[in-house]
């Protein structure tokens, strides 16, 4: 089995600001992870994803995020916060032989000028 | 290249009333899936397909259905439609070769208003 949570639905940070948004997992096998990104009207497209080459994986947009296999946490940061930001952000995990991810519920991100 | 499409873009009916969303895509992709997106619920898997001619439930399948006779059409039918099916429909693919940690690619949505 495997679950996503993503804590907090809404995210808000100033310009220019870190951005920290969190993702925990459940999976009984070693997971692949994702990040998409979702623009209002649009639909979702791959910010990045895990395949366990390397435990910090770097994405679009100046995203990247941790794998941590002990706090099965898969944090999303980005170090300055920009307007275009502003979107909705799904976590997502596949693992198991299954052709399915599981999605998070999402997080609104909110930047303030 | 024009990746995954999805008709129409949005869509009013009257309860009980039955439509057909459509999804195609140009990429070969063998997996398609169906997802529902509603505030608060995130992305639920309506139904999906590993190849024409296989489907399967996803987390919420009831008053839908689905077919799959070729590769690149992946259509979701609802047979009657009831006001808890408005929603924000969307349809991705992805390759099934190197497993799990491959990409969904997403059409750009429907959406469904039920009244």
């Known amino acids: 089995a495997q679950s996503v949570t993503q804590l907090g639905s809404h995210v808000s940070v100033s310009e220019g600001a870190l951005v920290l948004l969190r993702c925990n997992y459940s999976?009984?096998?070693?997971?692949?992870l994702f990040w998409y990104v979702q623009y209002p009207n649009q639909g979702l497209q791959l910010l990045l994803k895990?395949?366990?080459?390397?435990?910090l994986v770097k994405g679009i947009n100046g995203f990247e995020a941790e794998f941590k296999k002990s706090e099965t946490s898969f944090h999303l940061t980005k170090p300055s916060a920009h307007m275009s930001d502003a979107a909705e952000y799904f976590c997502a995990v596949a693992s198991g032989g299954s052709y399915i991810p599981t999605f998070g519920r999402g997080t609104s991100l909110i930047v303030h000028p | 290249n024009a990746g995954v499409t999805q008709t129409p873009k949005f869509q009013v009916l009257k309860t009980g009333q039955s439509m057909t969303l459509q999804c195609a895509q140009d990429?070969?992709?063998?997996?398609m899936s169906w997802y529902r997106q509603d505030p608060g619920m995130g992305l639920r898997l309506i139904h999906y397909?590993?190849?024409?001619?296989?489907?399967d439930q996803g987390e919420v399948p009831n008053g839908y259905n689905v077919s799959r006779s070729t590769t690149e059409d992946f259509p979701l039918r609802l047979l009657s439609a009831a006001p808890s099916q408005t929603s924000v429909y969307f349809c991705?693919?992805?390759?099934?070769?190197?497993?799990?940690?491959?990409?969904?690619?997403f059409g750009s949505g429907t959406q469904l208003s039920v009244l």
């Open positions: 397909s590993v190849g024409a001619g296989i489907t």
């Open positions: 999976s009984s096998v070693p997971p692949y």
């Open positions: 991705a693919s992805r390759r099934t070769g190197q497993g799990e940690n491959e990409k969904l690619f």
């Open positions: 895990y395949t366990s080459a390397a435990t």
């Open positions: 990429m070969n992709h063998e997996y």
